[in-house]
């Protein structure tokens, strides 16, 4: 069983956490500035304005860093869709939030994507690639979680109540339609135009989806 937090390891804990997250932010700026290529451990040091070694207790290079970035959007972004989905009344609401907030919140990190993404070795793409696996898996429950309760209400099209996760692999399939590539070709205003036609796909489904006779 392990050993209750005295006041003087919380203390540590608090600071460490406090230390990363500096350590973070300062990394996420010099990114932005430099492109991701470009940017240095010492310049990551400079921005947080602490010394290189204690950078290199915290992450063992810059690569480590940019992936605790992503979880770190990936946590908050995952946090505010379950709390907006969750306070939402109906499915439609439900199901067109799903839509619309995870780009919505890729919009306020373009810079940073985009910096850091459009050219990378062939290792460090391995390792995004696997994290956007991850993220999918954890949206695609995310849905399923959605769909599943629109059946168990009875909202759920009958046609649909005994294939609520193929339905969902389809639906999230045509979401991502990009496939596998991780690099980022597109403009701000290009994302943006793709938001509104998440807003008109969410709307073309929902309207097939729900039971008819429930409206």
Do not use: C
């Not at 470009?38 to 690569?63: R, V």
């Not at 919505?104 to 290792?123: D, G, I, W």
């Amino acid at each position: 069983m392990r050993a209750p937090l005295n006041d003087k390891r919380l203390k540590e804990r608090v600071l460490n956490l406090e230390k990363v997250e500096s350590i973070l932010e300062a990394a996420n700026k010099v990114f932005i500035r430099y492109g991701y290529q470009k940017t240095t451990m010492d310049d990551i040091a400079h921005e947080a304005m602490i010394g290189k070694g204690t950078i290199y207790y915290y992450f063992p290079s810059k690569e480590e860093i940019f992936i605790e970035i992503l979880k770190k959007i990936k946590e908050e972004t995952n946090a505010k869709l379950e709390e907006m989905i969750n306070s939402a009344a109906s499915f439609e609401e439900k199901f067109k939030i799903f839509f619309t907030e995870p780009p919505t919140r890729y919009l306020s990190h373009y810079k940073l994507f985009v910096q850091v993404m459009n050219e990378q070795s062939p290792a460090f793409l391995k390792r995004l690639q696997e994290f956007k696996a991850s993220t999918h898996e954890d949206t695609k429950r995310m849905l399923l979680k959605i769909v599943e309760e629109a059946k168990s209400n009875g909202i759920l099209n009958v046609s649909y109540a005994d294939s609520t996760e193929k339905l969902v692999n389809i639906i999230f399939k045509w979401m991502f339609i990009s496939g596998e590539h991780v690099r980022i070709n597109y403009s701000e205003n290009t994302i943006s135009d793709l938001l509104d036609d998440y807003v008109l796909f969410s709307d073309v489904l929902i309207n097939g989806l729900i039971n008819k006779e429930e409206r």
